[in-house]
């Protein structure tokens, strides 16, 4: 099994930042690639941004240019810096651990609250 913790949510003023971690234990593999996705209030989850085991990444056109993702293979540990931040990223933040097979883990997220 694999376990999937998020931390560093909380309440930040429109145009602040906040950086996000999520560490990963348990059976794991080099071929991993994790994600962060996010849900906001009556809205479906939706992708913001994932990296693979190489380092290539996609992200959401709505954060492009203002979220910075990274991995750290050596402490099973994926980041995610959010500058500029805007109200409508407000969304609790989930981390997600992908094998090849397409098998998925989840972790139980962090809120992220943005005022105006």
């Known amino acids: 099994q694999v376990q999937v913790v998020e931390s560093g949510g909380g309440l930040v003023q429109a145009g602040g930042s906040l950086r996000l971690s999520c560490v990963a234990s348990?059976?794991?593999?080099?071929?991993?690639?994790m994600g962060w996705y996010r849900q906001a209030p009556g809205k479906e989850r939706e992708l913001v941004v994932s990296i693979t085991s190489g380092g290539s990444t996609n992200y959401a056109d709505s954060v492009k240019g203002r979220f910075t993702v990274s991995r750290d293979n050596a402490v099973n540990t994926v980041y995610l810096q959010m500058n500029s931040l805007k109200p409508e990223d407000t969304a609790v933040y989930y981390c997600n651990r992908r094998r090849l097979n397409g098998m998925n883990f989840w972790g139980k997220g962090t809120l992220v609250t943005v005022s105006s």
């Open positions: 348990g059976s794991l593999r080099t071929t991993d690639s």
